[in-house]
């Protein structure tokens, strides 16, 4: 086989052989140890690109033509091999931090395969595969909310999410066999597909309910590798006019200092939670205003920082609220001396959200600051203002919850695994932000790339 094929089979096949075992029966806890072995394989896979220079220029190109299947069935660009390890990094976090209580295998088999849908959509630019791993996606979101407990936050995510499916798939067909006026309409209604997926005013309220009344796992592991905004750059960014994206970017930021000033008076964590992703979903396209390279650029580190922030840091919410119960931010919880490996991750992951020198999110924020503010100043101010919303909402979560008088006689200790895993990605947005030469390079690429296509504008 050659090289292409191998490498592959290599992302395909760790996620195949894990819902394999998962229906096999193996025992839950050797279907962790699974899970995570797969995890790390499929990870290290997505990561070749990243070396070979023969993976990163991929191209496969359909055997036969039409509009819908785009000009290639697989394409690796300078955008994709950055963010194409994300899904699977993201399975081997969840994996190692998901609590017992709230581990099972059908959870299991379900977040294998979100990984491999994810991963397989950042594979390809196809407006017709990109809509079928679109509806794929969701589909595994709702069936993860299928418990009686959870059917609230089912009815409101399949309310808005099948409404974005119907929206993408007639956007998508508009803006590719239709011209003019059509064409035109097409954009915007897969732009609206974005806007629902993401969270973004005045579609944002499904995103905070789910997050309350649903599950945290499942809608950390459906929005953080923020596939409306990768749709958004294939589909949308290379054909629409300045003003269209002028609009998507006052909208999105907008949105971001909504979001972030809610996430300040929320009572609860995981409402605080919702719309603090809200906030941060609308930072990543509110770059895709390409006003310059340095711009998109920056926005596309803010992708990377905010997926792998937001994961861990609401992982470790989850990992308080097994222990503690819901987790009430008009009180203080204490527990700082007992786990502060957690307490320390959980600020280091919060103040990389808001772009705190240091971390990974700071050179996004700074990008795109520096690259915009020159045609649209407004943008800095409202950058700005988001970053410090959500620095005092991190502050106000953290103080609640690791600061004063413990509030449960029990003991509150972390797992070694649970150790490592938030101190690899607390490691990882550190290291990146302090040597950030490899990611900034890379998404400086992207961007050129992504500006050079024949139908930019």
Request: charge should be positive.
């Amino acid at each position: 086989m050659t090289p292409m094929i191998v490498w592959l089979v290599a992302i395909a096949a760790p996620p195949l052989a894990f819902v394999a075992f998962a229906r096999a029966g193996v025992a839950l806890e050797r279907l962790r140890a699974l899970a995570a072995a797969c995890a790390a394989v499929c990870a290290l896979a997505c990561a070749a690109p990243l070396v070979r220079p023969d993976l990163a220029a991929l191209h496969v190109a359909w055997p036969w033509a039409h509009p819908l299947l785009g000009p290639a069935l697989v394409r690796v660009s300078e955008l994709t091999k950055a963010i194409l390890p994300l899904p699977s990094s993201l399975w081997l976090l969840s994996v190692a931090v998901t609590p017992r209580s709230r581990l099972d295998a059908a959870g299991l088999e379900r977040t294998a395969l979100a990984t491999l849908s994810a991963t397989t959509a950042f594979l390809t630019e196809s407006p017709a595969l990109l809509v079928l791993l679109w509806t794929t996606s969701n589909l595994l979101f709702v069936r993860a909310l299928a418990l009686p407990e959870h059917a609230r936050a089912r009815r409101v995510a399949a309310a808005y999410l099948w409404t974005s499916a119907l929206l993408l798939f007639a956007g998508v067909s508009l803006a590719e066999l239709a011209s003019g006026t059509a064409s035109q309409v097409g954009f915007w209604l897969i732009l609206a597909a974005v806007f629902i997926r993401k969270g973004i005013f005045p579609f944002h309220a499904w995103i905070p309910e789910v997050f309350d009344t649903g599950r945290i796992g499942p809608i950390v592991r459906f929005s953080a590798p923020q596939l409306g905004a990768y749709v958004a750059v294939v589909l949308v960014v290379p054909h629409a006019s300045a003003g269209m994206l002028r609009a998507v970017a006052m909208v999105s930021l907008t949105t971001a200092v909504y979001g972030a000033a809610l996430a300040v008076v929320q009572r609860d964590a995981r409402r605080a939670c919702g719309y603090l992703f809200v906030s941060q979903s609308a930072l990543v396209l509110a770059g895709l205003d390409c006003t310059s390279p340095q711009a998109l650029a920056g926005s596309l580190v803010l992708w990377l920082s905010s997926a792998l922030a937001f994961t861990g840091l609401t992982r470790a919410v989850l990992a308080l609220e097994v222990r503690r119960g819901r987790l009430d931010l008009t009180r203080h919880h204490g527990g700082y001396e007992q786990m502060p490996e957690l307490a320390v991750s959980f600020l280091v992951l919060g103040l990389a959200c808001t772009g705190f020198p240091g971390t990974l999110g700071f050179i996004g924020q700074e990008m795109l600051i520096e690259g915009a503010v020159g045609e649209f100043p407004t943008l800095g101010f409202f950058v700005v203002a988001a970053s410090a919303l959500t620095g005092v909402a991190v502050l106000r979560m953290y103080f609640s919850l690791f600061c004063g008088a413990r509030s449960s006689p029990f003991k509150q200790l972390m797992l070694r695994r649970e150790v490592v895993a938030f101190g690899a990605v607390t490691a990882a947005l550190v290291v990146s932000g302090v040597l950030p030469r490899a990611v900034v390079v890379s998404r400086l690429h992207a961007s050129h790339e992504i500006l050079a296509r024949p139908s930019a504008r």
